[in-house]
């Protein structure tokens, strides 16, 4: 027996708060583009960048969404989205807790939105919950097992039941483990790693640091600066204020370029991707010194 849910109101409120999301970043980056360079410049690209790792989370969500049915005979039941398969051994199946029929006090702490609730949550007096459904807890049918229960939605919750009854008396034609199965991408050891996530992480900061240091100081730096010095001090080269954005363009692309080959080596050899990314962020880190010379 399978159930699919409707899907169409959570993927189109999702589809919703990226557009929205989208427009207004549009509106950024024309005052990136189109205005001097200064603080609000630096900040308005600031609001970009932090909307991107946002819009993917809801992106992703719609896809993983987009997957989102029931499968359930004697033995199991299985509840599938793009990233997991959570099977759930119907002899492991303790009570079904309609969500219409009782008060629940639910705290669900992913990211949830009309029509897609999906991630993992707490209900009082029941405990860890993972939710899988396209309604609100009020209108799922909550799947109790030992130490965890599920968050589903099935439109016909009289007929699930009678079905699930049924099973049970029967009983399972077989074992099974109660258990997740991931896809391949959830399983990537990146996702756990914290050292390698705090090494990129620090060299994306300290990147914007440099623009940052720079923007604010920009509408305050003469017409010609010197960015060079000869052994002896003296300076060898003078150059427009605009020559300076060299030092945090060329740190980023350096940023981008160890990043991407730290991510080739990653799962071979897992020190050489921490030198790469090691050694991107200590560029940051000379260009910052260098720019504070120049600017401070």
Request: proline share 5%.
């Given at each position: 027996m399978?159930?699919?849910?409707?899907?169409?109101?959570?993927m189109?409120?999702?589809?919703?708060?990226?557009?929205?999301?989208?427009?207004i970043?549009?509106?950024?980056?024309?005052?990136?583009?189109?205005?001097?360079?200064?603080?609000?410049?630096?900040?308005?690209?600031?609001?970009?960048?932090?909307?991107?790792?946002?819009?993917?989370?809801?992106?992703?969500?719609?896809?993983?969404?987009?997957?989102?049915?029931?499968e359930?005979?004697r033995?199991?039941?299985?509840?599938?989205?793009?990233?997991?398969?959570?099977?759930?051994?119907?002899?492991?199946?303790?009570?079904v807790?309609?969500?219409?029929?009782?008060?629940?006090?639910?705290?669900?702490?992913?990211?949830?939105?009309?029509?897609?609730?999906?991630?993992?949550?707490?209900?009082?007096g029941?405990?860890?919950t993972?939710f899988?459904?396209?309604?609100?807890?009020?209108?799922?049918?909550?799947?109790?097992?030992?130490?965890?229960?599920?968050?589903?939605?099935?439109?016909?919750?009289?007929?699930?039941?009678?079905v699930?009854?049924?099973?049970?008396?029967?009983?399972?034609?077989?074992?099974?483990?109660?258990?997740?199965?991931?896809?391949?991408?959830?399983?990537?050891d990146?996702?756990?790693d914290?050292?390698?996530?705090g090494?990129?992480?620090?060299?994306?900061?300290?990147?914007?640091?440099?623009f940052?240091?720079l923007?604010?100081?920009?509408?305050g730096?003469?017409?010609?600066?010197p960015?060079?010095?000869?052994?002896?001090?003296?300076?060898?080269?003078?150059?427009?204020?605009k020559?300076?954005?060299?030092?945090?363009?060329?740190?980023?692309?350096?940023?981008?370029?160890?990043?991407?080959?730290?991510?080739?080596?990653?799962r071979?050899?897992?020190?050489?991707?921490?030198?790469?990314?090691?050694?991107?962020?200590?560029?940051?880190?000379?260009?910052?010194?260098?720019?504070?010379?120049?600017?401070?």
């Amino acid at each position: 027996m399978k159930w699919e849910p409707d899907l169409r109101r959570g993927m189109w409120v999702g589809a919703g708060i990226i557009a929205f999301l989208v427009l207004i970043d549009v509106g950024l980056v024309w005052r990136v583009v189109g205005g001097p360079p200064n603080g609000l410049t630096f900040i308005c690209a600031l609001l970009v960048l932090l909307s991107l790792p946002t819009i993917t989370l809801i992106a992703y969500r719609i896809y993983d969404l987009s997957h989102l049915r029931y499968e359930f005979d004697r033995n199991q039941l299985v509840i599938i989205t793009a990233g997991t398969r959570q099977i759930v051994p119907t002899c492991n199946i303790e009570q079904v807790l309609v969500g219409r029929d009782v008060a629940l006090d639910v705290r669900i702490k992913s990211l949830t939105w009309p029509g897609c609730y999906i991630g993992q949550g707490h209900i009082e007096g029941v405990g860890l919950t993972l939710f899988y459904s396209t309604a609100p807890p009020n209108e799922q049918a909550i799947v109790v097992t030992p130490g965890l229960a599920y968050g589903i939605w099935v439109h016909d919750i009289e007929g699930f039941m009678e079905v699930l009854t049924t099973c049970q008396e029967i009983g399972p034609s077989m074992q099974v483990q109660q258990e997740t199965k991931e896809s391949a991408y959830v399983r990537w050891d990146i996702w756990r790693d914290r050292l390698a996530q705090g090494v990129i992480a620090g060299g994306i900061v300290l990147n914007l640091v440099l623009f940052g240091l720079l923007l604010f100081r920009y509408p305050g730096l003469p017409n010609l600066l010197p960015l060079h010095y000869d052994v002896t001090g003296a300076v060898d080269r003078i150059s427009p204020r605009k020559d300076v954005f060299v030092l945090p363009i060329v740190g980023l692309l350096i940023l981008l370029a160890n990043g991407a080959f730290g991510a080739l080596l990653y799962r071979r050899e897992r020190v050489a991707s921490y030198l790469a990314w090691s050694g991107a962020a200590l560029v940051q880190i000379l260009f910052l010194l260098a720019l504070w010379n120049i600017v401070a």
